[in-house]
């Protein structure tokens, strides 16, 4: 028989991951219904906190080691693998494979527990899932590295962009440095952000000393954005994955017709549904096997694969 609870593979499990280990141990029943919410939606929210903490995490802990002085040097050499290097890039993506990889593997866990629940009832729900433990950290492990790598290549093309304009624009080294500090794990458009924030301020004349104090809070405010976001998508990407792979193991044990089973695409309806991709998707039926077509025409097997990481 299958217990009750998410599985957590053990290879997922680490002490700075308490609180996924804490919810590991509630049942589903604490899960508010919503005709409109899937069991899988809900649950995967119950991990994006953890998610967010993880990411936020790995990115203040690097932060917190790079030398301003250093930094400097590397910029008045005008070298950007000097620069790179004083940034601790090359530290960046261990640092968030650390902190992520559990977090996805909790992740895959709530989605096959979904998709048990969305078996109760059928022989299927005898499914023994946890005999594909090892195919699953398999996958966790190959999507964090791609997530990982994202991440620190978007936050690579920034900085090089930054160092580009502001050599260009002839700002100090003192400024570039200060800067680029702020902005290590963002995405390209958010330093962006950043960086025409503090210059809107440059241009109001306030003084120096509230610059720095409102650009770094705004430098936060992008960072907590961008863990929002990263925190949604994977957390839903790897349920859906771990909901998948639980329906098809049932289908390779013969539990589940693959001939007879349909998996229908549902909606969100709130103020993130993307109206092009995702809403004219709302009900579709594809067989376990088939891909759904979004609004624009592409083909993807789970949700959220329109949305950006």
């Known amino acids: 028989m299958i217990r009750s609870g998410f599985l957590i593979p053990p290879a997922f499990r680490s002490a700075a991951l308490d609180d996924l280990h804490r919810l590991s141990r509630m049942p589903p029943l604490f899960v508010a219904k919503s005709p409109r919410r899937p069991l899988i939606t809900r649950l995967a929210a119950r991990l994006e906190p953890a998610a967010r903490r993880a990411f936020l995490s790995a990115i203040r802990e690097l932060s ?46 709530v989605g096959a527990e979904a ?23 398999a996958w966790a492990n190959q999507h964090a590295a791609l997530l990982v790598t994202e991440i620190s290549e978007g936050t690579r ?32 458009r958010q330093v962006t952000a950043v960086e025409n924030f503090r210059l809107r301020l440059e241009a109001s004349g306030i003084d ?24 949604r998508t994977e957390i839903l990407s790897s349920a859906n994955e771990g909901q998948q792979r639980l329906w098809e193991a049932a289908a390779d044990q013969g539990l589940l017709r693959r001939e007879e089973t349909k998996r229908v695409w549902i909606t969100t309806d709130d103020d993130l549904l993307d109206v092009t991709e995702c809403e004219p998707m709302d009900g579709q039926r594809v067989a376990l096997d088939e891909p759904f077509v979004t609004g624009t025409g592409k083909s993807v097997m789970l949700p959220p694969g329109p949305h950006p990481g």
């Open 64 to 109: 917190g080691r790079i030398d301003l002085d250093t930094l400097e040097t590397a910029v008045l050499s005008g070298e950007v693998t000097r620069v790179e290097a004083a940034l601790l890039l090359d530290q960046l993506p261990e640092a968030l494979r650390v902190k992520l990889r559990p977090v996805i593997g909790a992740a895959l866990g």
């Open 115 to 137: 998709g048990r629940e969305a078996l109760s009832g059928t022989p299927a729900y005898g499914v023994d899932f946890a005999r594909t433990n090892p195919a699953a950290v």
């Open 157 to 188: 093309s920034a900085i090089r962009a930054l160092v580009t304009t502001s050599q260009t624009e002839g700002r100090s080294v003192r400024w570039l440095a200060q800067e680029l500090r702020e902005v290590v794990g963002l995405h390209p």
């Open 208 to 231: 120096d000393a509230e610059i720095e104090r409102r650009t770094a809070r705004y430098a936060e405010a992008q960072r907590r954005l961008r863990a929002e976001t990263i925190a």
